[in-house]
């Protein structure tokens, strides 16, 4: 691991442990602020979750307590995040990067005082504006990496996800259940009820900041600096090396159109996966009458089998088979795991170590899953990607196509996975309490097998490419 990579790790280990500290603790913020502020029934908060109850009775009605539903969909909602557009392709990777620190920083500072609704929403705004890290992080490592080394930099932003997403949620609701010291509250100033993790993730963000400032170098324009290549494959046929296996166009209009069905499928995935992500407690406590303990060694057990797959056979694997066969892989295991996920509930009345054991089964399915698919179509999306040339005599960026600039492209592909976590969990809770589990799941599963189908024929035309280009 080369020095910037290694920055770029662990600013990403501090940020996305900051972002998951909070992740379990959004619904008990919004009920916290609704006894606080049930009494106005005018008030910001009142017609804030009136306004989330209309769009939930659109798709489904809880046959019991509709508003700690409610309540569970705003916190979902609460959570969701936005991403930034092409400012570090003009400006910069590490000035853009700082800003959103500083956004970040503000948005946790926020939350600390925030004792209203409207101000806690305040901070979400800020923080969702800022947000564009991992964003960023792809960029500086597609900056300084060649397109063979590319895949196996970029899973180290999938380790990152998977270290932090096993420890951030649980160290968030310890902290939760901790007070902040007497000397805080004797200052005078009113703090938010979860003031301990808001400030545990004011510290990691002020610390990842400073980190930057020192550690991170200017990487745009200054990396890898690509050749003319039909197919991206570097060099190595011409020196009658072994190539390795890579998964770019050849023409401009060739790139910007893989992109964009990248981004349909980037969208699709993540609105059917993230469904099933948020179902599956549900599924726990509703069958196996599960509690927090054993649902968060079951999350947990998903992250470290995740993070051991991207780490021994993910970046070792991607670029000897390629980034769109290693997508087409994790989606047919999501597939897999969905199909005995709809299986479960036919076999727990009467079998009910069967099926526990599909459950097991389906969480090392979707531990593939989670290793694999996001990783992969982000390295096969910035593999279409220009690299940044900087004139040097103005210093400005030199662009063969704007929709290839890097920071905008990635931009865009981040933001479409963005809007399925929005609207697949929406969608997947209407069909589980609607239609039942295992027809929920079965649906999923037939989903993930013709998105499997689809990726194998953009990986099928990617190869007819390059074969006609040779």
């Not at 991170?216 to 090396?241: D, F, H």
């Not at 089998?305 to 989606?331: C, D, H, P, T």
């Amino acid at each position: 691991m080369g020095k910037v990579e290694r920055v770029v790790f662990l600013s990403l280990v501090l940020d996305l442990f900051a972002f998951t500290i909070p992740l379990p603790l959004f619904p008990r913020i919004i009920e916290w602020y609704t006894e606080r502020e049930s009494s106005d029934p005018s008030g910001f908060l009142s017609r804030t979750l009136s306004f989330v109850s209309g769009a939930r009775s659109l798709l489904y009605q809880p046959t019991s307590n509709p508003r700690r539903w409610d309540i569970v969909l705003l916190g979902g909602l609460m959570g969701s995040i936005f991403s930034i557009g092409s400012l570090s392709d003009k400006y910069g990777r590490k000035r853009i990067l700082l800003i959103t620190m500083i956004g970040n920083i503000l948005s946790a500072l926020v939350w600390l005082f925030s004792t209203s609704f409207a101000s806690y929403l305040l901070s979400r705004v800020i923080g969702g504006l800022s947000e564009g890290n991992v964003q960023l992080a792809i960029a500086i490592l597609s900056d300084v990496t060649t397109p063979e080394t590319r895949a196996k930099a970029l899973a180290h932003v999938g380790i990152a996800f998977a270290i932090c997403f096993c420890i951030g949620p649980p160290i968030g609701a310890y902290f939760a259940s901790r007070p902040l010291p007497s000397s805080f509250s004797a200052s005078g100033y009113e703090l938010n009820v979860y003031a301990a993790p808001a400030a545990l993730t004011l510290v990691l963000l002020s610390l990842e900041t400073v980190f930057l400032i020192f550690a991170l170098p200017e990487t745009r324009g200054k990396g890898y600096t690509q050749k003319p290549s039909v197919n991206g494959s570097a060099n190595g046929a011409a020196n009658g090396k072994a190539t390795t296996q890579t998964s770019r166009q050849g023409t401009a209009t060739e790139r910007v159109q893989m992109l964009k069905t990248l981004q349909r499928l980037h969208l699709l995935f993540l609105g059917v996966f993230s469904g099933v992500e948020f179902t599956l407690t549900f599924l726990t406590f509703d069958l196996f009458d599960w509690n927090n303990k054993q649902n968060g060694a079951l999350i947990g057990s998903i992250g470290i089998i995740s993070a051991l797959l991207q780490g021994g056979y993910v970046r070792r694997a991607m670029s000897k088979i390629g980034e769109g066969n290693m997508a087409r892989r994790g989606i047919s295991s999501c597939a897999v795991g969905l199909v005995l996920l709809a299986l479960l509930p036919q076999a727990l009345p009467n079998y009910p170590t069967v099926a526990l054991r599909l459950l097991q089964g389906a969480a090392v399915c979707m531990a593939m899953t989670s290793a694999t698919v996001v990783n992969a179509l982000t390295a096969y999306a910035s593999l279409q990607c220009d690299d940044v040339t900087v004139d040097p005599d103005t210093g400005k960026t030199m662009e063969e196509h704007p929709e290839l600039a890097k920071g905008k492209a990635l931009g865009k592909f981040r933001s479409s996975g963005q809007l399925g976590r929005a609207i697949g969990p929406l969608f997947a809770c209407a069909s589980y309490w609607t239609f039942g589990p295992s027809l929920t799941y079965a649906v999923s599963a037939v989903a993930m097998f013709t998105l499997s189908a689809r990726m194998r024929s953009v990986t099928t035309r990617r190869t007819v490419v390059g074969a006609k280009a040779q």
